[in-house]
């Protein structure tokens, strides 16, 4: 047995070259056309055709970055069996369907399609929303959401998602998940450790000045 193993080692040494030398398969180069061709069937129902959706509770996906919309879609899949990162009944469902190669197409789609954003609805509270967006509040080492979603509130692709002209609601929806811990998703906890520092009455001047965001 004991001289077998040196050439054990050797077989595994090869094998383990192979397995990294192997280049993962690139993947496929996004086509918008199959991507809206999946919209305008499926997701119309709640996000419109064009991705401007129209309830408030059906966030706007129209000219977010591509990144950030794969990402999601993974997440409310749900990879090897796991259960989803992003916990929600009905994306659950309507994303469980879709390889990745076709919400590469989706989100190819979404992207391109230009944003009809919302507008802030309470004159009483948005400068205060505009101070907590742009500074934060150092006394309670709440950050200034412009350090990571941009001045405007625009995102940077690859990393932070845009939420300038996003409904409201959802905005606020989505800042009282994140700090339930329900929505756990964001990588290294960068919204849940923000979130959860806001009050009720922060969260909906935030919320409120962003949808006016441009
Ligand atoms: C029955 C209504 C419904 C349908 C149909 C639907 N969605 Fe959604 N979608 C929602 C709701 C509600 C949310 C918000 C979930 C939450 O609050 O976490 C959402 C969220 C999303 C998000 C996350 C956006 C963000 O800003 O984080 C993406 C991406 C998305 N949907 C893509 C799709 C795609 C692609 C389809 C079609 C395959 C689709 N949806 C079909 C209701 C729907
Ligand atoms: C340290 C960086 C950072 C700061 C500061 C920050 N965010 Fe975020 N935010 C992120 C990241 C990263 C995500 C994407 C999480 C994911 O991948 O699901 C995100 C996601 C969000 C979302 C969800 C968007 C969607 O479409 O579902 C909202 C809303 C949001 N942030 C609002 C805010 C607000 C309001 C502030 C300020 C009070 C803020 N963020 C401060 C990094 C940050």
């Known amino acids: 047995m004991i001289r077998f193993l040196p050439l054990l080692a050797a077989v595994l ?7 990294w030398a192997a280049d993962p398969a690139p993947p496929a180069k996004a086509d918008p056309a199959k991507g809206q061709q999946i ?6 129902a709640c996000h419109t055709a064009d991705g401007n ?17 794969l990402k999601q879609m993974k997440n409310f899949k749900g990879e ?8 929600n009944p009905i994306m659950n469902a309507m994303i469980a369907a879709y390889t990745e190669d076709q919400m590469r197409d989706i989100a ?3 992207s391109e399609q ?16 505009r101070k ?3 500074a934060g509040d150092q006394a309670k080492g709440l950050p200034a959401c412009a350090a990571c979603h941009g001045p405007s509130g625009s995102g940077i692709p690859g990393q932070y998602p845009r939420i300038a ?28 450790m923000v979130a959860i520092k806001m009050t009720d009455a922060e969260i909906k001047a935030v919320s409120d000045y962003v949808a006016g965001l441009r």
């Open 108 to 110: 190819a789609y979404l």
């Open 13 to 19: 040494a090869t094998t383990v070259t192979t397995v």
């Open 114 to 129: 230009k944003l009809k954003p919302e507008t802030s609805k309470n004159p009483e509270t948005v400068e205060y929303g």
């Open 165 to 192: 002209g996003q409904f409201i609601e959802y905005t606020e929806l989505q800042l009282k998940s994140f700090r339930a811990g329900e929505r756990a998703n964001d990588p290294n906890k960068m919204m849940r």
């Open 39 to 44: 919209v305008s069937t499926v997701c119309v």
């Open 53 to 69: 959706s129209v309830i408030p509770n059906n966030p706007k996906l129209a000219g977010q970055h591509p990144e950030y919309l």
């Open 132 to 134: 907590l967006f742009r």
């Open 80 to 87: 090897g069996g796991k259960p989803p990162e992003r916990a």
